[in-house]
């Protein structure tokens, strides 16, 4: 069973702070995604990282898949009250029976603070 | 891109009663999958729902529970049976067409 081991839980910033939330795993990933989810809607996806040490940015949102292919970052640049929200990455299988399927970290509830 | 919709949004439900939640797609896709999320937390697959062949369940899941139809492309029910309040969660449906869609989810609360 693939694991993906996402940090911190929890993160209350004050508007104009930067943060960087972590997806780790000892398991390799064909690709690694991240969402984004608001209270009473469906995770959003933001990204989709597919070559090891990739970086791709999004605005203010900078995610970097590691070189070997186990581990992401999203890092927020001046953060600000419409980035609350809760953030998952997902890894995409990279092989066997588990082959295509998403695995969810356990997410990150992201609050900014005016 | 596709726009998926759920029914119900959201019920209150008498435990040993059963629900059925519904999940349209405003376009063809042949993969639909189900998750279930508590409040703020992770997503954990149910199954995967291939039109014109059984649904592929998870560990820890069973098909008397939790019963799937995909009648069509565009269309897929997920029934809760014999409901009791550790089934209290949010019920996502998903596409793959390709890039991953949601929708927005049934909060079941089992009393």
């Known amino acids: 069973t693939q694991l993906l081991e996402q940090s911190p839980q929890f993160l209350s910033i004050q508007e104009g702070e930067n943060l960087t939330v972590y997806c780790n795993s000892s398991?390799?990933?064909?690709?690694l995604q991240w969402y984004r989810q608001e209270p009473g809607e469906g995770p959003v996806l933001l990204v989709t990282?597919?070559?090891?040490?990739e970086v791709k940015k999004l605005k203010r949102l900078t995610f970097q898949f590691g070189d070997a292919r186990k581990d992401s970052s999203l890092h927020i640049t001046a953060a600000q009250p419409g980035d609350t929200g809760l953030y998952l990455c997902a890894g995409i299988n990279a092989g066997g029976t588990s082959y295509g399927k998403l695995t969810f970290g356990q997410g990150t509830i992201l609050t900014v603070h005016p | 891109s596709a726009v998926i919709s759920q029914k119900p949004s959201r019920d209150i439900c008498q435990r040993g009663t059963s629900l059925t939640i519904q999940c349209q797609v405003d376009s063809q896709v042949t993969m639909m999958f189900w998750y279930r999320q508590q409040p703020g937390q992770s997503l954990t697959l149910i199954a995967t729902a291939n039109q014109g062949s059984e649904a592929t369940y998870e560990s820890g899941f069973v098909i008397d529970k939790f019963p799937i139809s995909r009648p069509n492309l565009t269309f897929s029910t997920l029934t809760v049976s014999n409901m009791s309040p550790e089934d209290s969660s949010i019920y996502l449906c998903?596409?793959?067409?390709?890039?991953?869609?949601f929708g927005p989810g049934t909060r079941l609360t089992v009393l």
């Open positions: 990282v597919v070559t090891g040490g």
């Open positions: 398991s390799v990933f064909s690709s």
């Open positions: 998903s596409v793959e067409t390709p890039g991953r869609f």
